[in-house]
């Protein structure tokens, strides 16, 4: 795929096969996508990042090129200790952390619940304070099964209209593809349906009232446009984390790393700034 990062590296993960890819030299910055995308979502953003730092990014248990298989908790329950595992893996203590969507909940479970420590964690339209979860995924959580079993083309076409809700601007057809492709095919679409599932609210419920005790530099950014996660959730969580910079960002939906990479890439540079 052109254009695509590649993750020529894979961690076992308590049995289970886990893919990632490491960019740079210089100080750790760490990726963490969001659902039901990959590590895909960073592949304009990494290879910027990476002219100064060493960047490290992986494809979240059950998602993208990791493993997929029946039975599997892909929950927040489980990615967080993912994460803590795959620093201790990569050897690297207090990196700078970005994360998207449940990679949010990923980056906070494992900082309030694991004792990860991070330099500074920037989260973009973070799945964090509840409630949450769209119309679509309350249904599917009750309906998985029914779900993972029609026709081939009427996944595709749900999936695809699903993914175009995470943006302001329509994807092209080969940026729907490169979201997509993980989650067609049996295996992919069983996979897709079941992360859907084992969406749980419980999971952030657990952290949120200790968003407070974070003791790393955070910068929220949220699209003005986001049709996923109302802009006021953010404001919420910004307002829970002393002294945590909180940004609109105009003409942005969920996805910003399609709708405005620039915004990320510019925060990047303002707000983590290299140690002297």
């Known amino acids: 795929?052109?254009?695509?990062?590649?993750?020529?590296?894979?961690?076992?993960?308590?049995?289970?096969?886990?893919?990632?890819?490491?960019?740079?030299?210089?100080?750790?910055?760490?990726?963490?996508?969001?659902?039901?995308?990959?590590?895909?979502?960073?592949?304009?953003?990494?290879?910027?990042?990476?002219?100064?730092?060493?960047?490290?990014?992986?494809?979240?248990?059950?998602?993208?090129?990791?493993?997929?298989?029946?039975?599997?908790?892909?929950?927040?329950?489980?990615?967080?200790?993912?994460?803590?595992?795959?620093?201790?893996?990569?050897?690297?203590?207090?990196p700078d952390v970005v994360a998207h969507d449940f990679g949010g909940a990923t980056a906070l479970r494992a900082a309030l619940l694991n004792g990860c420590e991070y330099r500074s964690l920037l989260l973009i339209d973070p799945v964090a304070v509840a409630p949450w979860g769209s119309p679509f995924v309350r249904h599917v959580r009750q309906h998985e099964?029914?779900?993972?079993?029609?026709?081939?083309?009427?996944?595709?076409a749900m999936l695809?209209?699903?993914?175009?809700?995470?943006?302001?601007?329509?994807?092209?057809?080969?940026?729907?593809r490169i979201h997509s492709s993980p989650w067609t095919g049996a295996t992919g679409q069983a996979a897709f349906y079941r992360q859907i599932a084992q969406m749980d609210q419980r999971y952030t419920d657990e952290v949120e009232p200790r968003y407070g005790t974070l003791r790393c530099p955070v910068s929220i950014l949220w699209g003005e446009e986001d049709g996923w996660i109302p802009i006021e959730r953010g404001e919420m969580l910004s307002a829970m984390i002393p002294g945590a910079r909180f940004t609109r960002v105009a003409g942005s939906g969920?996805?910003?790393?399609?709708?405005?990479?620039?915004?990320?890439?510019?925060?990047?540079?303002?707000?983590?700034?290299?140690?002297?």
């Open 254 to 276: 969920h996805l910003m790393q399609e709708d405005a990479p620039e915004a990320i890439v510019g925060e990047l540079l303002a707000f983590m700034q290299p140690e002297t």
């Open 145 to 156: 099964a029914a779900f993972a079993g029609v026709p081939p083309y009427i996944h595709q």
């Open 1 to 94: 795929m052109t254009g695509a990062l590649s993750l020529p590296e894979s961690f076992d993960f308590e049995g289970q096969m886990v893919r990632f890819g490491v960019i740079g030299s210089g100080e750790p910055m760490v990726f963490v996508h969001g659902t039901p995308f990959s590590s895909q979502v960073w592949r304009r953003i990494a290879p910027i990042a990476a002219r100064t730092r060493r960047v490290f990014y992986f494809d979240l248990l059950g998602y993208g090129i990791s493993e997929q298989r029946d039975g599997q908790d892909v929950s927040l329950g489980v990615q967080n200790r993912l994460l803590a595992a795959l620093l201790a893996h990569w050897r690297i203590e207090r």
């Open 160 to 176: 695809d209209a699903y993914l175009q809700g995470a943006v302001h601007r329509p994807l092209d057809a080969r940026t729907l």
